[in-house]
């Protein structure tokens, strides 16, 4: 069946702008988790959804990332005033529960110009 | 504060020799370790998932297996296939999260 995908593959923005990324999990996947990975290092959390809700934000870095999840299904992270340093592979992976294996997708990298 | 140490950072191998890499960790109470391979441009893929000391589990070429403060990840006359980034995660019983936590990885190359 079909994995976990991201769109867009890449995204390349000037510091200051506010960008979308986009994250379709497994069907009847309800955990739902999005990752930040930096070149040559494992990747980091950010946000964690069951169902709709967000169980855990703790590892959202700043007031400028935000993260929804409105059906339950797809997910959407927000970043506003971007920064250099928010240049990263942004990785979404799900499970069919909290306690499963978690499933990535292929990543969206995004450049801060 | 889990922690994750992967080690070797990078390892060369020649065709068909056998090594092993390393994953020490720390967690307040282990629910999981998991191993996922992660190729370059691509997102990590799910290998295994272990849940208490003692426990081994096999697939192909790798061999994963478990005590209660590292992971090793065996892999047994490897191909030039099997390289790759191999990366370690845990995850902790008193995470309302559920997230992972990961080590740095080990870089795998096999040379033919």
């Known amino acids: 069946g079909a994995g976990v995908s991201q769109t867009p593959s890449n995204k390349v923005t000037e510091k200051g702008k506010y960008v979308e990324l986009r994250c379709d999990p497994i069907?009847?996947?309800?955990?739902l988790y999005w990752y930040r990975q930096s070149l040559g290092q494992g990747p980091e959390f950010l946000i964690y959804f069951q169902g709709t809700g967000a169980a855990d934000d703790s590892g959202l870095p700043n007031d400028r990332f935000f993260a929804v999840r409105p059906e339950g299904s797809v997910s959407t992270l927000k970043i506003q005033r971007t920064e250099r340093g928010d240049s990263a592979v942004y990785l979404c992976a799900s499970s069919l529960g909290p306690s499963n294996e978690q499933y990535f997708g292929p990543g969206t990298r995004l450049t801060v110009t | 504060e889990d922690q994750v140490t992967q080690s070797p950072e990078a390892l060369r191998l020649q065709e068909g020799e056998s090594s092993s890499l390393n994953c020490s960790y720390t967690v307040s109470g282990l629910r999981g370790l998991f191993w996922y391979r992660q190729d370059p441009g691509k997102g990590p893929e799910f290998l295994f998932t272990l849940y208490s000391a003692g426990e081994e589990k096999e697939k192909e070429r790798l061999k994963a297996t478990l005590t209660k403060k590292e992971s090793f990840l065996h892999i047994t006359a490897p191909k030039p296939e099997d390289s790759a980034t191999y990366l370690c995660a845990v995850q902790a019983v008193n995470n309302a999260g559920n997230m992972l936590t990961f080590g740095g990885g080990t870089r795998l190359m096999v040379k033919p």
């Open positions: 069907s009847g996947h309800t955990a």
